[in-house]
C-alpha cells in the first residue's frame, strides 16, 4: 500500500477523533511523528494528495474575496424574543399542518459559512453574504479540521454551518495576543474574514453543522435526517437535537438551553426551533427573507444567580394568579433585581423553585426578571404551596388549565389591570392615567368598569392625591380625546384573551366593525392566518357574555367612537381570491409567486380554508391539495398560473 496514502487515512482518522468526536485515541506525540514523516514524503515526492492533513495549514494572504453565488440560497432567521411572539409562530404552524413535531437546537453565535462538495470532494467555502451569494473563504477553511475533505455522499452538496470560537480557546488567545479579541463572536467573523489563513489558523476556529442546503441526489425527509447526515459524513454537530411534538415540550427545550449554556464551551444567543417534517416545510415556504417554518428564539438578555427569600402571589387583570418572587438584590442589566416572576404553579414546580433556592434569573424586555431554573437548594429550602383563595379578596380560586384564577371581576388588582391595559399607548391612549391612579379611581372613586372613565368630573378627580387643576385639565381633556380610536385599538383595549396587538390589527381589517366581529363565525376567523382554535374560541365567548356587551354598549353610549381601517384597493387577475400555493414550481420561486399574486389583488394564505377559493399546486403537492380536492375549491396548475400572469 502506498505509505503516504496509509499516513493520510490514519491521521485523518486521528483528526476526527480529535476535533470532531472530542475523543482522541492517540497522544500528540504520536500524531506529530506520522504528519512530519507525511510532510517529508511530499516534499521528496513532490505531491500533496487532495485529502492530505498537510493542505490544513495557513497558506499565502488572498488579495481579495472572491464571490461565489450558492447553489441553493441560504435564508436568515426571523427572531421572537418573547413567549407571545413565539405562540405566535405556533399557531401559524398548527394551521399550516396537523400536530406539528418541532426540533430545537442550540443557536450559535459566530459566523455562518456553506461548503460545497462535488463527487465527494471539498470544492470551497464561503460566507452566508446576502444569502444568494457570499466571500470564497476557502483558503481560511482548510485551516480548520472540523469538517472532512472527502465524504460518501457522491452528488453535489452544501452543508451550512457557524464558524465559531471555543470561549476556551479565545481566553488563552487572549492571554498572549498583542491585540485581545473582545469576544468569541467577533473573533470567529474576524477569523474567517481575514485576508491571511495564517491569522485564521493562530486562532483556532472551528465549524458546528446543523443544516444540509442542497443535495442533487436524494433527499432528507427531518430535520433528524439532517443531522444524522452530516454526523455520518464526518461533520462535526453539536451533540443537542430535541424532538417537540407540542409547544410546551418546546419551551421546555428552550429553557434547558437557556440554563445549560452558562456551563457549556460555546457562545450561544438562543435557541432554534424548526419544523422537523421537510415536505410540510416546503408547502410551507419561504418570505423574501426567512423561511416560514422555523424561528429562532433570541436570548437578549443578562442573566445572574441569586437567592430568593419568599414567593407571593399576584392577580393580573384576567385573574390569573402568578408566583412573584423576592430575592437577594442582585446587579442585572444595569439595574438593581429585587424580584423576578414565574408562568404559574407548574412552572413554579416544574423549576423546582424553593423558598431558600439558588435560581438562575434572566432580565430582557420584560420590566420584571423571570426565574428559569433552581441552581441549588439551602438545607432549609421550603416547598411553595398552592394557593386556595385569592390572596387580595379572599374568594376561593378556580383552576382552569395549568393556571389558577380569582373569579371575582371585581377583584381590585383585575380592576386596576384592566384599566391600566385599556388606558395603555397601544390601546385607548389616555395620557396620565397609570396603574397608581387607576388604583386611587378603584379606591376613591368606585371605579370598576373602563367606561366609567368617560363619565368623571373635574370635582371627583380632585379627590385624587396629586391631581391639581393643571392635572385635571390634562386628564379629562386624554379622556375626550381618546373616544375617536382606530377600531384595532380599541379591540386591542378590550383586553380579549390571545389579542395582541397583531392579531387585533387583523381582525379590524378583516371584519371592518364590532358588529361584524360580534357576528364572527368560528370557521371565519380561524381562517386568519394569526388567530388560532384558543383565540377565536375565546373571542366568540366574549362578544357572548352579557357582562362585556353590557360594558360595550355603555362604551359608545359615552361617545366611544372606533374607526374603520381604510380600504385597501386591489385590482388585477387575482382581484377577490384567497390563493394558496402548495408544491414545488419550476419557475418561481413560492415568495415570488406570492408577490405577484398580491400586486394582481389576491390574498396569499398560508394553509387551506373554506376561506379559499384557488390553490395553486406544483410539483409534489401534498396534503395542501389533498384537502382542496376534498373541499371543492378550484385548482390550477403553473401552466395556467402563468397564463393568467
Request: aromatic residues 8%; proline residues 3%.
Amino acid at each position: 500500500m502506498d505509505r503516504m496514502r496509509e499516513l493520510i487515512d490514519i491521521l485523518n482518522k486521528w483528526a476526527y477523533e480529535y476535533y470532531v468526536l472530542d475523543a482522541p485515541t492517540v497522544s500528540d506525540r504520536e500524531y506529530d511523528k506520522l504528519y512530519d514523516e507525511l510532510r517529508r514524503l511530499e516534499e521528496e515526492t513532490g505531491r500533496v494528495e487532495f485529502d492530505s492533513p498537510t493542505k490544513r495549514v495557513g497558506g499565502e494572504p488572498v488579495k481579495e474575496f472572491a464571490r461565489h453565488r450558492h447553489i441553493s440560497r441560504l435564508y436568515s432567521l426571523d427572531k421572537c424574543v418573547t413567549y407571545e411572539q413565539l405562540n405566535a409562530f405556533f399557531t401559524r404552524m398548527e394551521k399550516a399542518v396537523e400536530n406539528p413535531e418541532y426540533t430545537v437546537e442550540y443557536k450559535y453565535d459566530g459566523l455562518t459559512v456553506c461548503l460545497t462538495y462535488d463527487n465527494g470532494k471539498f470544492v470551497r467555502a464561503t460566507t452566508r453574504g446576502n444569502g444568494v451569494e457570499g466571500e470564497d473563504v476557502t483558503a481560511q477553511a482548510l485551516t480548520i479540521h472540523s469538517f472532512p475533505l472527502n465524504i460518501g455522499y457522491k452528488g453535489t452538496l452544501e452543508v451550512q454551518g457557524e464558524a465559531i470560537i471555543r470561549l476556551s480557546v479565545l481566553e488563552n488567545y487572549n492571554k498572549t495576543a498583542k491585540e485581545p479579541l473582545k469576544n468569541a463572536r467577533n473573533a470567529a467573523a474576524g477569523a474567517i474574514r481575514n485576508l491571511d489563513p495564517k491569522i485564521t489558523a493562530e486562532r483556532s476556529p472551528e465549524i458546528l453543522f446543523y443544516n444540509v442546503n442542497y443535495m442533487s441526489e436524494g433527499s432528507l425527509k427531518t430535520q433528524e435526517e439532517h443531522f444524522e447526515f452530516l454526523k455520518r459524513e464526518g461533520f462535526k454537530v453539536y451533540p443537542f437535537l430535541r424532538l417537540c411534538k407540542t409547544p410546551q415540550e418546546v419551551i421546555d427545550a428552550i429553557e434547558e438551553i437557556e440554563v445549560a449554556r452558562k456551563s457549556i464551551d460555546v457562545l450561544t444567543d438562543g435557541a432554534v426551533i424548526k419544523l422537523n417534517n421537510a415536505e410540510v416545510r416546503e408547502n410551507i415556504g419561504y418570505t423574501d427573507k426567512f423561511p416560514r417554518w422555523a424561528t429562532a428564539y433570541k436570548f437578549e438578555a443578562e442573566e445572574s444567580i441569586t437567592t430568593v427569600r419568599e414567593i407571593r402571589w399576584q392577580v393580573g387583570r384576567t385573574g390569573k394568579l402568578t408566583p412573584l418572587a423576592i430575592v437577594e438584590p442582585v446587579e442585572l442589566a444595569g439595574a438593581t433585581v429585587r424580584r423576578a416572576t414565574l408562568n404559574n404553579f407548574g412552572d413554579l414546580t416544574r423549576k423546582d423553585v424553593k423558598v431558600g433556592s439558588k435560581v438562575l434569573i434572566r432580565r430582557s424586555n420584560e420590566v420584571i426578571p423571570e426565574i428559569l431554573g433552581a441552581v441549588e437548594h439551602a438545607e432549609n429550602a421550603e416547598e411553595v404551596q398552592k394557593p386556595a383563595f385569592c390572596p387580595f379578596c379572599g374568594t376561593a380560586v378556580a383552576e382552569v388549565g395549568a393556571n389558577i384564577f380569582c373569579p371575582n371581576k371585581y377583584c381590585r388588582p383585575r380592576v386596576v389591570g384592566k384599566v391600566a391595559h385599556f388606558a395603555s399607548k397601544d390601546a385607548m391612549d389616555i395620557d396620565g392615567l397609570s396603574e397608581k391612579t387607576a388604583e386611587q379611581m378603584y379606591d376613591i372613586l368606585n371605579l370598576r368598569e373602563c367606561s366609567q372613565l368617560y363619565g368623571y368630573t373635574a370635582l371627583e378627580l380632585s379627590l385624587l392625591e396629586g391631581f391639581k387643576d393643571k392635572k385635571i385639565t390634562n386628564t379629562l381633556a386624554a379622556i375626550e380625546k381618546s373616544k375617536r380610536v382606530p377600531l384595532a385599538r380599541l379591540l386591542f383595549a378590550l383586553g380579549i384573551d390571545g389579542v395582541g396587538k397583531v392579531a387585533a390589527a387583523d381582525l379590524a381589517k378583516e371584519y371592518v366593525s364590532l358588529d361584524n366581529l360580534k357576528n364572527a363565525g368560528r370557521e371565519g376567523l380561524l381562517a386568519m392566518e394569526n388567530v388560532g382554535g384558543v383565540t377565536a374560541d375565546a373571542i366568540i365567548s366574549w362578544f357572548k357574555d352579557a357582562g362585556n356587551l353590557a360594558e360595550l354598549n355603555d362604551l359608545l353610549a359615552a361617545g366611544v367612537t372606533p374607526e374603520a381601517p381604510s380600504e385597501v384597493v386591489r385590482e388585477g387577475v387575482f382581484s377577490g381570491q384567497f390563493v394558496v400555493l402548495t408544491g414545488t414550481l419550476s419557475e418561481f420561486k413560492r415568495s415570488e409567486a406570492q408577490r405577484l399574486i398580491e400586486e394582481r389583488g389576491g390574498e396569499c394564505q398560508s394553509s387551506v380554508t373554506a376561506k379559499t377559493t384557488l390553490v395553486i399546486a406544483g410539483e409534489a403537492a401534498g396534503s395542501k391539495l389533498a384537502k382542496a380536492q376534498k373541499l371543492g375549491i378550484k385548482i390550477i396548475d403553473e401552466a395556467t398560473f402563468k397564463s393568467m400572469l
